[in-house]
Antibody, heavy 119, light 110 residues
């Protein structure tokens, strides 16, 4: 069974750094792109970026380029989303999702990680 | 600006049929297939329709999708209370060089 399990909720202060994780199982993790999607409170889904764990090829949405860093450790089937300097506006639910063969389709999703940034 | 436009809300009574529209552009829906996601309250999105009109295993045939030109639609027939959710269309966008999501439609089963 394909599973993506994300790290738990985080509460941080503005200016702090953070890395959240997404661990895949039940499939060949290295061979599927993993994307990150943001959902701000009460809002819709926004694509942030995507990584191919096999060679760490990474693409970012222009809206998120320079704001976050996406990485992966294929030895432990994990992908990461990282912030160096959090802002209150980063408060949101963050999902990782496996991209299917069709580049526009995400066929499996993690359960989401709630990030709250507040002073 | 790359945008997929959906109505913010829709409602219908149980047993009836409802359709949700999704309007894009030549660089998104006009050139690529459309996927639909269902997000039940408090849960992660789930793939509902892919490649315009294909259902993943386990999705009831009450759900159907279609595409014409730069628009797409999701239809739900025999509406049930458990269908109350947010529905998002999505498509690859050649200008963005990434997937684009619609703003979502919150479906209320009256």
């Amino acid at each position: 069974e394909v599973q993506l399990v994300q790290s738990g909720a985080e509460v941080k202060k503005p200016g702090e750094s953070l890395r959240i994780s997404c661990k895949g199982s039940g499939y060949s993790f290295n061979n599927y792109w993993i994307g990150w999607v943001r959902q701000m409170p009460g809002k819709g889904l926004e694509w942030m970026g995507i990584i191919y764990p096999g060679d760490s090829d990474t693409r970012y949405s222009p809206s998120f380029q320079g704001q976050v860093t996406i990485s992966a450790d294929k030895s432990i089937s994990a992908a990461y989303l990282q912030w160096d300097t959090l802002k209150a506006s980063d408060t949101a639910l963050y999902y990782c999702a496996r991209r299917a063969a069709n580049p526009g389709r995400f066929d499996y999703w993690g359960q989401g990680t709630l990030v709250t940034v507040s002073s | 600006q790359s945008v997929l436009t959906q109505p913010p809300s829709a409602s219908q009574t149980p047993g009836q049929r409802v359709t949700i529209s999704c309007s894009g552009s030549s660089s998104s829906i006009g050139s690529n297939s459309v996927n639909w996601y269902q997000q039940l309250p408090g849960t992660a999105p789930k793939l509902l329709i892919y490649n315009n009109n294909q259902r993943p295993s386990g999705v009831p045939d009450r759900f159907s999708g279609s595409k014409s030109g730069t628009s797409a639609s999701l239809a739900i027939s025999g509406l049930q209370s458990e269908d109350e959710a947010a529905y998002y269309c999505a498509a690859w966008d050649d200008s963005l060089n990434g997937p684009l999501f619609g703003g979502g439609t919150k479906l209320t089963v009256l």
